[in-house]
Structures are given as C-alpha cells and as structure tokens.
C-alpha cells in the first residue's frame, strides 16, 4: 500500500508559477499511474493530469484537463519516488485544494474513483 504527501501549495498572485510535488511511500511507485486532482469550495474534484508508470521509458502517456493544458506540467521521477506539477500563468481560478492519487496499472484514469490511494491534499491560492 502507497501512502503519498503533497507539497509545494502556497499562494501565489496571478499569473505566477508554483511547483507541488508529490511524495510516495510503502509501494512501488514505478508500477503505478500517478494523477493530480483539485477540489475548489463548493465543486466537484476536478481531474487536472495523469502520467502513466511507464512514461519515459517506454512509452506512456500524459493527459491534462482542458482548463490546464498549455499551462501546467506533470512529471515523474521514479527515482525519486515522486510526482510534480508544474503550475505557470496561473489564474485566480485555479485556486483549489490539489491532490496526488495513484493506481496500479499502465492507462491514462480519469475519474477519481478509479483511483486507490490518495494524499491529503496541499492548498493553492491564486490572488487577482
């Protein structure tokens, strides 16, 4: 079982850039797909990217959520243990609650509940 720790959240003004990342134990980090979730108050999570265990190496994939694409970077070093998202050009409307989440397997997952595991989540605010 994979425990995993987010970090990196702040606040930041618009049009600045933070980077979470995202720590993982107690599994093996290579044999997962790892996404970033965000919940904003009052809204449903939200799916923001994914990258699959394989990505780099042999293929893979990465997808973004449309409201992130262009703008924000997801990445993965297995050495490491560890998960990023890049976050540029970033907008008062991206502020949210973002949280790493990770599933066995080698697809792209889209929906939070095909997820297993999931950390507790590291605050981003983005003042106008």
């Known amino acids: 079982q994979v425990q995993l720790v987010e970090s990196g959240g702040g606040l930041v003004q618009a049009g600045g850039s933070l980077r979470l990342s995202c720590a993982a134990s107690?599994?093996?980090?290579?044999?997962?797909?790892m996404g970033w979730f965000r919940q904003a108050p009052g809204k449903e999570r939200e799916f923001v990217a994914a990258i699959t265990r394989s990505f780099g190496r042999s293929g893979g994939s990465i997808k973004y959520g449309d409201s992130v694409k262009g703008r924000f970077t997801i990445s993965r070093d297995d050495a490491k243990n560890t998960m990023y998202l890049q976050m540029n050009s970033l907008k008062p409307e991206d502020t949210a609650v973002y949280s790493c989440a990770a599933r066995v397997g080698n697809v792209i997952y889209f929906l939070k509940k095909d997820y297993n595991y999931w950390g507790q989540g590291t605050q981003v605010t983005v003042s106008s």
């Open positions: 107690g599994g093996t980090f290579s044999a997962y797909t």
